[in-house]
């Protein structure tokens, strides 16, 4: 299975790392027209106003609106999650805008206040996630059609609507491949 | 709950990759950075092509500036200290900034050593003109490395020759026998648990980016090809004749790099780009990047 990583700016190559260590092909998406050979995308952690900016400038948002109509399945980390939600507190930037989900972005604080933790998630197993959150935005709410998956601090940080998977931390920067098999297993369903 | 781990600090230069950190002076050219799709900004007082001009000791930033780009933007901000000057580092640390730069574009402070970077929970990033120098630093705790190049010439080749450098010597250091790396990591004066760790890699272990020349989206997209994992423009940007049309063409030209007709076509109709200086005119003691041991 052929799944793509938006690399226009950012962590792609630790998902590309991870996709393939899964078994899975991963495939850089920097055109609209490599979308149309994949089953999935991950928008991966990077500066959410410069993936942006970029994707409005070569003609990847509405392509990838388009294929996420079409039932392609989306992960979102970190500035990925950001990209997808409709609602992003105190800004205009571009956006996917496709989840009913209301994002605050460096909402944890500066990189000072960058911070890792472990974090029990029910769905991915009996064993403690370690979750490292970078300059991290979370989600401040989410409609009744979200699934919230997991907390820290309070604050939603693992949320899924649909075929769209969205996480304020990084699992691409740690060697557990859960939520990337996790992801898989939401492109078969 | 752990803060200022060396993963979350490598972390954030991870988030940086494929993306374009400019120098600037003031809130407006902050916001004209980000608005032209910066991932990051590094705040000054003067770019480097005007502390080349001025002479004289550069220091690091008034904090007032600092703090009026900080407020300006959301990307992150950086801010440089002078080397083995740990107590602006200090000062940088207590403004909240999300990186510094410990650089010889300013005046070294100490003549010897490098910060004990390991002492902070703000990460460092660091120059490097070969592989020792740059294990050296992140040994001291650097969580990014960067081409030292010769900042303020517009001028690439000297950042070519340190990429180069860099990455001929990991090439060299994957076919070494174990007893050939002790002596390898003797002679580039680095740490060998380090030197093993490239070694096993194939790369540094953290992220490294380009600085010291770029004037141009073709420079940028030629630090990416030579292995870049991004680039600073420093004096490139707002010593150019249009700085927004700049800003952008380098941003696009950094994520396709590996697409010439996307090149050519961003790289047209830019104005002028900044005065470049042949480095052979630049006498030794004026090198910047020959600041650092």
């Known amino acids: ?189 | 709950m752990q803060q200022g781990t060396f993963r979350v600090k490598a972390g954030l230069a991870e988030m940086l990759k494929g993306g374009v950190i400019m120098d600037v002076t003031t809130p407006e050219q902050a916001k004209i950075a980000e608005e032209a799709g910066a991932c990051a900004v590094m705040a000054l007082e003067r770019v480097p092509a005007d502390i080349r001009a001025a002479g004289g000791v550069a220091r690091m930033a008034d904090p007032t500036i600092i703090l009026r780009i900080m407020d300006a933007v959301t990307i992150p901000v950086m801010a440089k200290g002078r080397i083995g000057h740990f107590v602006e580092a200090q000062i940088i640390e207590s403004l909240g900034v999300d990186y510094i730069d410990e650089s010889e574009v300013l005046t070294p402070a100490d003549d010897k050593y490098h910060i004990d970077k390991h002492q902070f929970k703000v990460p460092f990033v660091c120059g490097a003109k070969n592989l020792g120098e740059a294990l050296r630093r992140i040994g001291e705790g650097a969580a990014m490395i960067r081409t030292k190049g010769e900042p303020g010439t517009g001028n690439v080749v000297e950042a070519v020759k340190h990429i180069r450098m860099v990455m001929s010597e990991i090439r060299q250091l994957q076919s070494l026998t174990n007893e050939e790396v002790f002596t390898f990591a003797k002679n580039i004066a680095a740490p060998l648990e380090l030197v093993m760790e490239v070694k096993r890699l194939g790369r540094l272990p953290v992220v490294n980016f380009a600085a010291g020349g770029i004037a141009t989206p073709a420079d940028a997209a030629l630090m990416m090809h030579l292995g870049c994992d991004g680039i600073f423009v420093g004096s490139g940007v707002f010593k150019s004749g249009d700085p927004v049309r700049r800003a952008k063409a380098i941003v696009s030209a950094t994520t396709y790099y590996n697409d010439p007709k996307i090149l050519a076509e961003v790289s047209r109709d830019l104005g002028e780009a900044m005065v470049g200086i042949d480095i052979s005119t630049i006498a030794d003691h004026e090198r910047m990047q020959d600041r650092g041991w």
């Open chain 1, 1 to 189: 299975m052929k799944i793509g990583v938006l690399a226009l700016q950012g962590a792609f190559r630790e998902h590309c790392l991870m996709l393939d260590g899964c078994g899975t092909t991963a495939v850089e998406i920097r055109k609209p027209e490599e979308l149309d050979e994949v089953a999935g995308l991950v928008i991966p952690g990077g500066e959410s106003t410069t993936i942006g900016k970029l994707m409005v400038e070569w003609g990847l948002m509405d392509k990838i609106k388009a294929r996420v109509a079409q039932g392609m399945a989306v992960y979102g980390t970190c500035a990925g999650m950001i990209l997808l939600a409709k609602e992003i507190i105190d800004s205009n930037q571009p956006r996917l805008g496709l989840m009913d989900i209301v994002v605050r972005r460096n909402a944890f604080g500066r990189q000072r206040e960058s911070f890792e933790a472990d974090m029990a998630v029910p769905e991915f197993g009996a064993e403690p996630l370690k979750a490292v959150f970078i300059r991290a935005p979370y989600i401040e709410q989410a409609s009744q059609n979200v699934n919230v998956m997991a907390r820290v601090h309070d604050k939603i940080v693992i949320a899924r609507q649909d075929k769209m998977l969205v996480t304020a931390f990084h699992p691409e920067l740690t060697k557990n491949d859960v939520i990337h098999k996790y992801f898989i297993s939401m492109i078969k369903e």
